[in-house]
C-alpha cells in the first residue's frame, strides 16, 4: 500500500518560513518524480515545485521562485519544501504527488500516480 505523508503545516505571519516534509512508503521512491502541490479556497491545484527522480534538476512556478525550495533524499524515501519570505497569498492545503511524468510544474492531476492528504499552511498578514 503506497502512502505519502506530508507533516510541517501551520500558522505563520507573513515573512516567516516553513519547512514542509513528505514521507513516502509502499512504492520504489527513487524511481518517482516528485512535486509539492498546493490548492487554495476556490482556486485550482497548481504545482509550485517539482524535482526529478535524482534530485539533479528542479522546477518551480514563477510566483515562488527564489523564495521556496525542494530537496529530496531517496536514502530516507522523503521529498521536503523549504518555504521563506511566506505570503499571505501563499495560503492553502500543500500536497506530495509522485508521477512518471518528466519533471514540470505543468502536471495534471491524470499524470500523477499518488497523492498525499495534504498538511495546511496558513499565512497571516
Known amino acids: 500500500q503506497v502512502q505519502l505523508v506530508e507533516s510541517g503545516g501551520g500558522l505563520v505571519q507573513a515573512g516567516g518560513s516553513l519547512r514542509l516534509s513528505c514521507a513516502a512508503s509502499?512504492?520504489?521512491?527513487?524511481?518517482?518524480?516528485m512535486g509539492w502541490s498546493r490548492q487554495a479556497p476556490g482556486k485550482e491545484r497548481e504545482f509550485v515545485a517539482v524535482?526529478?527522480?535524482?534530485?539533479?534538476?528542479?522546477f518551480y512556478v514563477d510566483s515562488v521562485k527564489g523564495r521556496f525550495t525542494i530537496s529530496r533524499d531517496n536514502a530516507k524515501n522523503t521529498v521536503d519544501l523549504q518555504m521563506n519570505s511566506l505570503k499571505p497569498e501563499d495560503t492553502a492545503v500543500y500536497y506530495c504527488?509522485?508521477?512518471?511524468?518528466?519533471?514540470?510544474?505543468?502536471?495534471?492531476?491524470?499524470?500523477?500516480?499518488?497523492w498525499g492528504k495534504g498538511t495546511l499552511v496558513s499565512v497571516s498578514s
Open positions: 504527488a509522485a508521477s512518471f511524468h518528466p519533471p514540470s510544474t505543468n502536471w495534471s492531476r491524470n499524470d500523477v500516480a499518488y
Open positions: 509502499g512504492l520504489t521512491f527513487r524511481y518517482y518524480n
Open positions: 524535482i526529478n527522480w535524482n534530485g539533479e534538476s528542479t
